[in-house]
């Protein structure tokens, strides 16, 4: 079993499998009238990371779901990459995951079931760490491998935190570097080198816990992780939501170490094209490196944390504390006419 590879299993990578947003948007589209529900607070209406509903005036439960094919090789790591990305959806709501359930898609005449149990001890692993029952689940006969978690958390509406209440004049920052989509492509066509895959892996597995430690600040006006749409375009949900424009500082945004060995050799995943094909017209100043970063498809990638101005100091120094050293990468604007995000 240590020689089977997954990712050749699959013909998409992580949250590289997501359909474009442009495809998804039409997808999405309906005209067919769904009767109101006054106590959900987030659902369809909006791009958010999961549904929201209010049990009391205090509190609320978190639901969400997430699940994808093979970003890695391993199949102890590829649950765990797997289950940090659905939990995540819970953070960055500003919330705490209470129970999880497992989603498994497994091509059983062509990869042995001890591998599809080695992917949900991965998946233990990491309810463990994140104090949580993996409870049950379902699976199917697929043709390629697919696995991920509904999770299930709660938050109190006070600290609910949403990606469409951003405000003109917000300082943007990210708590994890981007290139993970680069790297793992890198790695399935066996290009990467072990040391940044295995940089890439800790922060895919590396838990987004600390949006439910900061949800309690209203200064955190908006909040929202950064997956398969990469960068620019959560950035970009942000904007259309809260009716705001955003300025990005390029050479402030952190990157994973080592990134330009691979962006010089136009090493990047399918969808980062499909990506940039969605969002092309609302965006200017671009450039050959940027567009390769800022529309990379993100697995399990860090929180795009939206900061009152006059607060910058109160939450940089409370990230310290809490083990980031983290800087603007951008700020929030008025609206303009002509572009959605400036890239600088």
Not at 49 to 62: F, R, S
Not at 115 to 142: F, M, T
Not at 239 to 261: D, F, H, K, M, T
Request: aromatic share 6%.
């Amino acid at each position: 079993m240590s020689e089977i590879k997954l990712t050749q299993y699959s013909h998409g990578a992580g949250c590289g499998c997501k359909i474009a947003p442009a495809v998804l948007d039409k997808i999405l589209h309906s005209d067919f009238k769904s009767a109101g529900f006054s106590k959900l607070l987030v659902g369809n209406e909006s791009k958010d990371d999961a549904a929201v509903y209010e049990l009391d005036n205090d509190n609320c439960i978190i639901s969400t779901t997430d699940f994808f094919m093979p970003i890695v090789d391993d199949a102890f790591t590829f649950g765990k990459i797997a289950s940090v990305n659905a939990i995540s959806d819970v953070y960055s709501m500003g919330g705490n995951p209470i129970m999880a359930l497992a989603i498994l898609g497994w091509p059983v005449d062509k990869l042995p079931a001890e591998l599809a149990q080695k992917v949900l001890d991965g998946a233990r692993e990491v309810c463990r760490e994140a104090n949580i029952p993996l409870a049950g689940g379902h699976s199917i006969d697929s043709p390629e491998p697919i696995f991920g978690l509904a999770v299930t958390g709660t938050v109190s509406k006070a600290n609910l935190k949403k990606n469409n209440t951003a405000h003109a004049g917000n300082l943007l920052y990210l708590t994890k570097p981007l290139g993970v989509g680069i790297i793992t492509t890198a790695q399935k066509r066996g290009l990467a080198l072990n040391e940044d895959v295995t940089r890439a892996v800790t922060y895919m597995t590396t838990l987004n816990a600390v949006g439910a430690a900061i949800s309690k600040h209203n200064f955190v006006t908006a909040l929202t992780d950064i997956t398969g749409f990469g960068l620019l375009g959560h950035l970009l949900e942000v904007c259309e939501g809260s009716g705001v424009s955003a300025e990005l500082n390029y050479s402030a945004v952190p990157l994973i170490e080592n990134l330009n060995y691979y962006t010089s050799k136009m090493i990047y995943p399918d969808n980062t094209m499909r990506n940039w094909q969605s969002y092309d017209k609302k965006v200017k100043g671009i450039g050959a490196e940027s567009l390769l970063t800022l529309c990379d498809p993100q697995t399990s990638g860090g929180l795009m944390i939206c900061v009152e101005a006059d607060s910058q100091s109160e939450f940089e120094t409370e990230m310290t504390s809490l083990g980031f050293q983290l800087k603007p990468i951008g700020k929030l604007r008025e609206p303009q006419p002509d572009f959605v995000v400036s890239i600088i």
